[in-house]
């Protein structure tokens, strides 16, 4: 392995210049709003404001999936927040999440409005509210919690450590890029291994688990983030391609994958969700390109 140039960290830390690399324009080292903007309100109790992130992606297809079980009160109004034009530090949404990352939620139908961030969270937060898609039994229940978290745990290694060093950083390095490289394996041997025994991360039931690991770890395994599918050997997981080929199948996943996503194909686009007559009515000249 050839060594980059020596760097010597300096006693403290300063922020004196961007780093280069994807969404450098957006970082730095402090919160709070940047700009002053109100967020708009639908007429759902349930207001989305998000991007068609895997981690926005998540909340979606969990609405998307109460409403197909005929859950009513999960009907809601999901708006964009680009985050590549700095849209997550505008007051609006920071008054949601202090945090400034998507998903952020808020539920009208409460006697207080009630602002659910941070994607894990609002996938239980969901699945409490209209007791759906989380396991009633004790110790499935705890099954179902523990690979909840085992995601919000393994994702950022997976995309601020591979993704970040394999495909957004300003120049490739070997020994990051590697190291990520062999964790991320690590992670899909777990789920294959957890999957050649069980149809669904908690048995034979599809839950929020499943829910959120797939937008990260269904899209790693078909090419659809980072473009490392062939690096990393994902075909090479024969129990996580099948289980991310079922749920790819599933309708509400279809739907909800559109929500929000403004790039890739048009016919896969849409940008704003009012009611599922948005799905129907969608064609290709509403839509614009993102840039």
Known sequence: MNAPAEYEPPKVWKWDSESGGAFANINRPIAGATHDTELPVGKHPLQLY????????KVTVMLEELLALGISGAEYDAYVI??????QFGSGFVDINPNSKIPALVDHSTDTPTRVFESGAILLYLAEKFGALMPKDPSQRAECLSWLFWQMGS????????????????FKIEYPINRFAMEVKR??????????DNQFMCGDDYTIADIAIWPWY?????NKVYEAAEFLDTKSYEHVNRWTDEIAAREPVQRGRMVNRINGPLEEQLHERHDAGDFATRTQDKLEPAE
């Open 50 to 57: 998000s991007l068609a992130t895997p981690n926005g992606v």
């Open 82 to 87: 680009n985050i590549r034009e700095g849209e």
């Open 155 to 170: 994702a950022p290694y997976l995309g601020g450590g591979f993704g970040h060093f394999y495909a957004y950083a300003p």
């Open 187 to 196: 992670q899909l041997d777990v789920l294959d291994r957890r999957l050649a």
């Open 218 to 222: 269904g899209a790693l395994a078909k």
